[in-house]
């Protein structure tokens, strides 16, 4: 484990929070994202990606804690995640990355990563 993980180096959970949140503002406008969320669990839906992204980056270990493996694939399944859906998540993510103001070299970490996850998590090419 390195010395000081990522978590702590780009300022730990108030960050994640940042990040989470600005994602959600842009999610809650996308025709395509939105009902995917359910209304009643919008919330957790923001707990649990502030959580996973802090335990991926070095932070609490409280999703593994909460909720198990990530299964990321699994847990993503039921959901109809083309291209499109990608690429709206990953636009609203850009905005979101660009908001919390973080190095050069530690936004091109952070935003590597979510790139690879988002092009992962496509389960279908059916529109």
Do not use: C
């Not at 702590?8 to 994640?16: L, M, N, S």
């Not at 969320?37 to 270990?61: C, H, I, K, N, S």
């Not at 847990?75 to 995640?81: A, E, I, L, M």
């Amino acid at each position: 484990m390195p010395e000081h993980p990522f978590y702590e180096q780009i300022g730990g959970h108030p960050t994640f929070v940042a990040l989470v949140t600005k994602f959600y503002e842009g999610v809650a406008t996308d025709p395509v994202l939105k009902p995917m969320y359910p209304a009643d669990d919008w919330a957790g839906a923001v707990e649990r990606l502030t959580m996973f992204l802090e335990q991926y980056w070095g932070g609490p270990g409280t999703y593994s804690e909460q909720r198990g493996h990530p299964r990321l694939r699994m847990r993503h399944n039921p959901f109809k995640v083309n291209p499109d859906a990608r690429d709206r998540w990953l636009a609203h993510m850009q905005v979101a990355v660009d908001s919390i103001g973080l190095s050069p070299l530690d936004r091109e970490i952070l935003w590597g990563y979510l790139e690879r996850a988002a092009h992962a998590m496509v389960n279908t090419f059916d529109e």
